[in-house]
């Protein structure tokens, strides 16, 4: 089962230089050497919390336990706090509700991400309900859902709809649809409590090194 782990946090403006430089050169390596598979680094450019989420996988729980008990964990992580603030992290594994393959890099992939719990009592409906026109709604507007994760360790809202688009166009005219906004009406009217939406843009800062990296295995 694939786990994902994300961590969340905002950067210390007066040490944005020494952040970057820290996290492409200490901190990712760190974390790809420890077993964590980076698979990407998103800026939140709308929406509410934090405004740095770096996600990476995992397939055992306990394994992530192991990593995050050591001491080499610690000491990095202690650095990345003292660069920056409101730092947080989740644990999510796979819902169900999507058919999903490997979740692997996307180069330049932009995120619409939706979260929100489920209405006690309609759990059978809000099912057949994402299964029947969430997901093919969303697929006509060209910013499919491409994974749905449940929440097991975190705070927040414990459903996630991950929606993946190209550019920030594709999601801008998707949202300002009768369609969208009919299902968004529908989720909240019916079957969700606790609805809120971010839109995020990637970095580069793990997808480029890794597409570089793949690119040099040919040399």
């Given at each position: 089962m694939t786990i994902l782990f994300t961590q969340?946090?905002?950067v210390i403006p007066s040490k944005l230089d020494?952040?970057?430089e820290f996290v492409m050169n200490e901190y990712n390596p760190a974390l790809a050497k420890m077993g964590l598979k980076l698979l990407g680094g998103y800026y939140v450019i709308v929406g509410r919390g934090p405004q740095i989420i770096a996600v990476a996988t995992i397939e055992e729980q306990d394994y992530l336990r192991k990593i995050l008990s050591t001491e080499e964990y610690r000491l990095i992580s202690n650095k990345l706090l003292t660069l920056v603030?409101?730092?947080?992290?989740?644990?999510?594994v796979q819902s169900g509700r999507v058919t999903e393959g490997p979740y692997k890099i996307q180069m330049g992939a932009w995120k619409f991400n939706q979260?929100?719990?489920?209405?006690?009592?309609?759990?059978?409906?809000?099912?057949?309900f994402v299964k029947e026109e969430c997901i093919p709604g969303m697929k006509?507007?060209?910013?499919?859902?491409?994974g749905a994760w449940r929440l097991v360790i975190g705070e927040g809202p414990k459903l996630l709809a991950?929606?993946?688009?190209?550019n920030l166009e594709d999601?801008?005219?998707a949202v300002d649809t009768s369609l969208f906004r009919r299902l968004v009406r529908k989720l909240n009217r019916t079957f969700a409590t606790d609805y809120s939406s971010r839109i995020l843009a990637p970095t580069g800062r793990i997808e480029v090194p890794a597409l570089l990296g793949e690119m040099m295995k040919g040399f």
């Open positions: 969340c946090w905002d020494q952040y970057s603030s409101n730092y947080g992290s989740r644990l999510w979260h929100y719990n489920v209405a006690p009592g309609v759990e059978e409906d809000h099912y057949r006509e507007l060209r910013v499919p859902v491409t991950e929606c993946t688009a190209r999601i801008a005219k």
